[in-house]
């Protein structure tokens, strides 16, 4: 049997404390942390009870005769908590540290729940014998073209009851970003800027569609 020489086993060990380094170094080392940030684009301020007290009511509408059923508030699979934006008027891209702190279809629900019942004094139904309105956001994502920045929100929406649609549309707002180089909480301002006006513009066109089956049913239950 041939004996290895001295530099044969010199060569090995050298070759498995390389490996053996090398193993180590891919063990601990760790890839470049991202620090994610969360926003809310919701610009909610509750009132206690003294407060609600000084604030006029919501004019009565046919003795609240308006009711309405907020149905089912979706969105697609491309709108999650990660903040989108356009470059283009067909390719989204998202920001790989900024999140929203909940799917844009939730705060769409709450603020449309707070225009139709709180501000405009609709009646929530909660069976399906009441006109019922569903969402779909298609868009809710920072626009960066040619023209300007600006917060985007576009809904799909649609009124029904058991007599068939009411009325059906597509609805886009847009709110400008200010500053030729705007800061994350320009975005988020002038997105909270968009979705209360996307959500005051359903709830004129609603209540619009409404009244006049609301005067209707008043008319008929008359003496």
Known sequence: MRTPNTHTMAATLCAVGIAFASSDCALTSKAD????RYFSPERVKPRSD???ANVAPAPAVSDGALQLRLGR???GPNLRERIAYRD???ELGYYEELRWTERPETYVRRQLGRSLFETHGMRRALDG???TLDVEVVAFDELRIAKGRAAQVQLKVILYDDNGVIFEDSLSV???IAGAAPKIEDVVAAMAAALDAA???VSGKVHKALQ?????TASASSP
């Open 33 to 36: 942390l991202v620090d994610i």
């Open 50 to 52: 003294g407060e609600g």
């Open 73 to 75: 508030v979706s969105s």
């Open 88 to 90: 283009t008027t067909y």
């Open 129 to 131: 014998a009441a006109p």
């Open 174 to 176: 847009e709110s400008p």
């Open 199 to 201: 959500a005051d513009l």
């Open 212 to 216: 006049p089956k609301a005067s209707a």
